[in-house]
């Protein structure tokens, strides 16, 4: 019996070895794997946003009142979709319109008083044309008969000067010669008269065309402030419908109304007031804020990052993904500023739209955990 008993507790402090050298082996083997890890192993380091949100990627438009009046109808709702030209406020334009009738009164009657004056100017004109060329006919039929009647007379006197030589020779009686000298003075006296006739013709017809040069001249001048008149009045007009279109205030681009500070109808707005937000429609992009130590010479262009929404559980919604686009130079207000493209891999969990905000985690660097502890250690002496 006690031979017996001997061997077993021998047994047993054997086991109790072998288990000891195992529990060694197993505690070194997992020591190996743990340095190996913390040597070997590489784990993200990130930088992590002071603030975050989610944008359009064109800056959202602030539209303003272009004129004073009271406000007499509202057009959208905050969160509709509009486009560009859309009305989105209605002010009250009354006196514009007044203002508008009254300008186009002046401008139309100016045409019609244009209107009227070219077509006096033009009757005058044709009449004018006219009258010149009777008178340019009466001047060369007169002309031309002064010219014959001349050529008359210069034949008669060459005639009575022969008469007088044939009748110093006795060829003639004195009777012949007296004829002759009479029918030269004759024609020579109706020459004169033709030509009488034909300057007088000349001169009335300079004179015709004097007066009628003077009044299309006179009626020109006036054709010519008319029309400077009537310019006046389309600018003007032009400037009241400008007035006119003021009053309505429009989106100045497509997207969703972002803000609506005019909410009533009746408020008056001053010039410069704001009316309404639109959020341009198309891209969206993520906007953050790092500290300068988080950010300058850390993050660069192309980084992988991820958005944590707030009011979205990231363990319920997951994250949204992203890559680092731009980084500011220069800290602004003492941050610096990144601006992350998003990416399209997404399961549509959460809508995205302008104003989500959030947090940002970028991925700068992957390092072993024995650099992490290190440079903690360093931190902390």
């Known amino acids: 019996m006690g031979e017996a008993f001997d061997r077993t507790t021998r047994a047993i402090g054997a086991d109790r070895g072998s288990g000891w050298v195992l529990a060694l082996g197993v505690g070194v083997a997992l020591l190996a794997a743990w340095l190996g890890w913390m040597l070997f192993a590489r784990v993200p380091v990130r930088a992590v946003s002071e603030e975050a949100r989610i944008e359009a990627a064109l800056a959202p438009r ?27 406020v209605q002010l009250d334009d009354s006196a514009a319109r007044a203002a508008l009738s009254d300008a186009q009164a002046a401008r139309d009657g100016l045409d019609a008083q244009l209107e009227r004056l070219q077509g ?99 009626l020109d001048q006036e054709l010519a402030e008319l029309r400077a008149q009537r310019e006046r009045a389309r600018v003007a007009v032009a400037a009241a419908e400008a007035e006119l279109a003021r009053h309505t ?23 410069g007031d704001p009316v309404a937000t639109v959020v341009p429609a198309g891209a969206l992009r993520v906007v953050a804020w790092f500290a300068p130590a988080e950010a300058l010479g850390r993050i660069a262009p192309g980084q992988p990052a991820r958005m944590r929404l707030d009011g979205f559980p990231w363990t319920s919604f997951g994250t949204v993904p992203a890559e680092v686009a731009r980084i500011g130079d220069e800290p602004e207000d003492g941050r610096v500023r990144v601006e992350l493209a998003l990416q399209a891999d997404r399961d549509g969990a959460v809508p995205l739209q302008h104003g989500l905000p959030g947090q940002v985690e970028v991925d700068v660097e992957r390092v072993s955990p024995a650099t992490l502890v290190l440079r903690a250690a360093g931190r902390r002496e």
């Open 62 to 88: 602030e539209v303003q009142a272009q004129a004073e009046g009271a406000v007499v109808s509202i057009a959208v709702r905050l969160g509709d979709a509009v486009e560009a030209g859309d009305p989105l």
């Open 120 to 218: 006096s100017r033009d009757a005058l004109a044709g009449a004018t044309e006219l009258d010149a060329a009777a008178r340019g006919s009466a001047v060369a039929a007169a002309r031309a008969d002064a010219d014959q009647r001349r050529v008359a007379a210069q034949q008669a006197a060459a005639e009575a000067a022969s008469a007088e030589a044939l009748a110093a020779s006795g060829a003639i009686g004195a009777q012949e010669l007296e004829r002759a000298r009479a029918e030269a003075r004759r024609l020579a006296l109706d020459a004169s008269a033709r030509e009488s006739v034909w300057r007088q013709l000349a001169s009335e017809r300079a004179g015709g065309a004097r007066g009628g040069d003077v009044d299309l001249g006179r």
């Open 249 to 271: 205030v429009v989106a100045p681009v497509a997207g969703r109304i972002g803000a609506l500070p005019v909410r009533e109808v009746g408020g008056v707005l001053q010039v």
